[in-house]
């Protein structure tokens, strides 16, 4: 009887900034969008990899197969927490590699990284709440929408500060 393989999962190199682009690329068109173009992601990425405070998890299905998930690490110094706070962003698995533990292998490197390597003490992320798949990973991972420690419920807020381009 052979086992099933399992997902492999390693921060992205500096040579990976295409596929890392590419696996970006396909998560944006997967939103129905087509802005910000395949130019800036891969530019975008290309500064990523040369910031210290963000790291990208890529990730194969088996060790055979080409890197079909990708997620964002950021960690910023938080002076609540007197430590790291890792910000995990980005999380997509291409539909083929759905199903099989890649998607949960991506978010747990990224949490084990985070905390051993780069001393974060809490993590953060957001999701969409019709995103029913995600939230159920999330939540087996121990993340919660619950409330903060203080009163009322902890929020994820955003404000653009210019206007996004338009799509299509």
């Known amino acids: 009887m052979t086992t099933p393989l399992e997902p492999q999962v390693w921060i992205a190199d500096s040579d990976e900034a295409e ?3 590419r696996l970006l690329i396909a998560f944006r068109d997967s939103l129905g969008a087509d802005w910000p173009s395949d ?3 891969l530019a975008g990425v290309e500064r990523l990899l040369d910031d210290r405070n963000t790291e990208f998890v890529l990730g194969a299905p088996t060790p055979d ?3 079909a998930g990708v997620v964002q690490l ?6 609540w927490r007197a430590g790291g706070d890792a910000l995990i962003e ?3 698995v291409d539909p083929t590699a759905r199903g099989g533990g890649l998607g949960r292998a991506l978010v747990q490197y990224a949490l084990d990284y ?3 390597e780069r001393g974060c003490r809490r993590a953060e992320l ?3 709440e019709a995103n029913e798949p995600a939230l159920r990973l999330y939540e087996s991972l121990g993340f919660s929408a619950g409330r903060a420690a203080f009163t009322g419920r902890d929020l994820f807020m955003k404000l653009p500060l210019v206007e996004p381009e338009p799509t299509g």
């Open 19 to 21: 596929t890392v682009a």
């Open 39 to 41: 130019n800036a992601f």
């Open 65 to 67: 197969t080409p890197p």
């Open 74 to 79: 950021r960690v910023r110094h938080s002076i």
């Open 90 to 92: 980005d999380v997509y």
């Open 114 to 116: 985070a905390r051993v």
């Open 126 to 128: 957001d999701v969409n």
